[in-house]
């Protein structure tokens, strides 16, 4: 029923940031318990979970991507879009949206198909 999908540019310069959105339809990005996450996978790489906006709009990060992280959400929309700033090279990855259900260490549930992201000089 919940459907995701994500847009954005698929090419960006080192040192711009990366602005992506999830557009989600069958159900509203506030409904309780729902976290809406960010993943990515680098080519030849494991996933690496970014981040995630809770129902109540508050947000969670991983440690490991230095503070350059940034996720929002418009709800008149019902989207969330993440932003990550100094890209480089190893940002280089296909870019994922997805749903949890229940807490944020519930398994991913609905995903989008995923964008293709380059970085390159």
């Known amino acids: 029923q919940v459907q995701l999908q994500e847009s954005g540019p698929g090419l960006l310069k080192p040192s711009q940031t990366l602005s992506l959105t999830c557009t989600v339809s069958g159900g509203s990005i506030t409904t309780t318990v729902y976290y809406w996450s960010w993943i990515r996978q680098p080519p030849g790489k494991g996933l690496e979970w970014m981040g995630a906006?809770?129902?109540?709009?508050?947000?969670h990060y991983s440690p490991s991507l230095k503070g350059r992280t940034s996720i929002s959400r418009d709800t008149s929309k019902n989207q969330f879009t993440l932003q990550l700033s100094s890209v480089t090279p190893e940002d280089t990855a296909v870019y994922y949206c997805?749903?949890?259900?229940?807490?944020?260490?519930?398994?991913?549930?609905?995903w989008g198909q995923g964008t293709q992201v380059t970085v390159s000089s």
């Open positions: 906006i809770a129902y109540s709009g508050s947000t």
């Open positions: 997805a749903l949890k259900m229940g807490s944020l260490y519930s398994g991913y549930g609905t």
